[in-house]
């Protein structure tokens, strides 16, 4: 049987999912998610989900 990953875009209704892996990474004692966009540094989902959303388009990405 093979695993394959899925990418799967960031959205509100991932909200809870998301925390809850970041907790568990950081209690394993991993303190930087690499790749995250900075999600092990924002407190807030929202701000963070915002922030990737804007960083998908040209126009509005974070320099």
């Keep these: 049987m093979e695993n394959h990953i899925i990418l799967v875009r ?3 209704e991932l909200k809870e999912q998301a925390l809850s892996y ?3 990474h950081f209690q394993h004692g ?3 998610i ?3 966009e900075l999600f092990d540094k ?4 929202e701000e963070w989900l915002s922030n990737v959303t804007r960083n998908t388009d040209p126009k509005t990405v974070n320099e």
Aim: no cysteine; hydrophobic share 10%.
């Design 42 to 45: 924002t407190e807030s989902y």
């Design 22 to 24: 970041r907790r568990e």
């Design 30 to 32: 991993e303190e930087i």
């Design 34 to 36: 690499y790749g995250s």
């Design 10 to 12: 960031p959205a509100p």
